[in-house]
């Protein structure tokens, strides 16, 4: 069985940063891309960043130049470094994973900016 778990949500002032990450369990972590993706209240959910198969990081525009996307397969890990977060960053953080026609999200975790 496939489970995805996000963690590293939280409050934080505006311009702090934040560390998530994303973990999977039950599958050959290497062979699937990793997606981050992010829902505020009342918005659609948009895509903010990918660590591709290669290990290479593609980023929104919304994001770039302040998130980092990383992957380590040894650990089922992947990690999004937050840095310089502003309010409209605030959302539900979601870590979706797939290949091919096959998807599975985690259940996300909660990312506040305030002051």
């Known amino acids: 069985q496939v489970q995805v778990v996000e963690s590293g949500g939280g409050l934080v002032q505006p311009g702090g940063s934040l560390r998530l990450s994303c973990t999977a369990s039950?599958?050959?972590?290497?062979?699937?891309?990793i997606d981050w993706y992010r829902q505020a209240p009342g918005k659609q959910r948009e895509f903010i960043a990918s660590a591709t198969l290669g290990g290479s990081a593609n980023y929104a525009d919304s994001v770039k130049g302040r998130f980092t996307c990383s992957r380590d397969n040894a650990k089922n890990t992947v990690i999004l470094q937050m840095n310089s977060l502003k309010p409209e960053d605030a959302a539900v953080y979601y870590c979706n994973i797939w290949r091919n026609d096959e998807e599975y999200w985690g259940q996300g975790t909660q990312v506040t900016v305030s002051s």
């Open positions: 039950g599958i050959i972590f290497g062979n699937w891309v």
